[in-house]
């Protein structure tokens, strides 16, 4: 059974920092570019940031552009999220997702392309 695990998610005051990590299991995606979405109460959900399958191209919404890092650990079948300078706009869950494309280095950024999905992990912050 392939799942997509995220964890590190939890209660940080604004201006704190976060690491989240999603751990994959049942297949490697060392093939494939992973991203991260988030949804906050209410809203759709929204692309936060991607990397592709070699680490090589990375990207990133623009809300957190200079404050949020993506990257992996093929070995692992790992990826993570640093988030520092976080603002309480940033609470939302964070899900983790894989792209079913293989070998692709173009730009990420569309949920459309993802074929897994992890149950997700809460962000709060507090102002």
């Known amino acids: 059974q392939v799942q997509l695990v995220e964890s590190g998610g939890g209660l940080v005051q604004a201006g704190g920092s976060l690491r989240l990590s999603c751990a994959a299991s049942?297949?490697?995606?060392?093939?494939?570019?992973m991203a991260w979405f988030r949804q906050a109460p209410g809203k759709e959900r929204d692309f936060v940031s991607a990397?592709?399958?070699?680490?090589?191209?990375?990207y990133y919404g623009e809300s957190v552009k200079g404050r949020f890092t993506i990257s992996r650990d093929n070995a692992r079948n790992t990826v993570y999220l640093q988030m520092n300078g976080l603002k309480p706009e940033d609470t939302a869950v964070y899900y983790c997702?894989?792209?079913?494309?293989?070998?692709?280095?173009?730009?990420?950024?569309?949920?459309?392309?993802?074929?897994?999905w992890g149950k997700g992990t809460l962000v709060t912050v507090s102002s």
């Open positions: 997702a894989a792209d079913s494309r293989v070998y692709y280095s173009g730009r990420v950024y569309s949920e459309r392309v993802m074929n897994y």
């Open positions: 049942g297949r490697t995606f060392s093939s494939n570019a």
């Open positions: 990397i592709t399958w070699n680490g090589g191209n990375t």
